[in-house]
């Protein structure tokens, strides 16, 4: 499975971005899809992430400034980030998790950088 993201950018602080994902199968053994972010010197976090007709789970960070869209039939995800702030600045990375196979894949990473 390969994962294609797209959405990244500069943009200034309390602007908005919206990320976008895309599995190359639509395969309905993937039941989650998320999006991970990592800042220089800081480990990889979740930030939002949909499982398939449970839940879907944010960072409190992101609490009430992102949102995550899944399409489980076509296996795609959007996150829509608003009120963005400079401590949001980081590679963001789309993954997505098939239970079937227990395996997670991951994009390869878009840029998100919010100036002050």
């Known amino acids: 499975v390969q994962l294609q993201a797209s959405g990244g950018g500069l943009v200034q602080s309390g602007g908005s971005l919206t990320l976008s994902c895309a599995a190359s199968?639509?395969?309905?053994?993937?039941?989650?899809m998320g999006w991970w972010r990592q800042a220089p010197g800081k480990q990889r976090e979740l930030v939002a992430a949909?499982?398939?007709?449970?839940?879907?789970d944010y960072a409190d960070s992101v609490k009430g400034r992102f949102t995550i869209s899944v399409d489980t039939a076509k296996n795609t995800a959007t996150l829509q980030m608003n009120k963005l702030k400079p401590e949001d600045t980081a590679v963001y990375y789309c993954?997505?998790?098939?239970?079937?196979?227990?395996?997670?894949?991951w994009g390869k990473g878009t840029l998100v950088t919010v100036s002050s």
């Open positions: 199968t639509r395969s309905s053994g993937i039941n989650v």
């Open positions: 993954n997505a998790y098939d239970a079937r196979i227990a395996r997670d894949f």
């Open positions: 949909h499982t398939r007709g449970i839940n879907t």
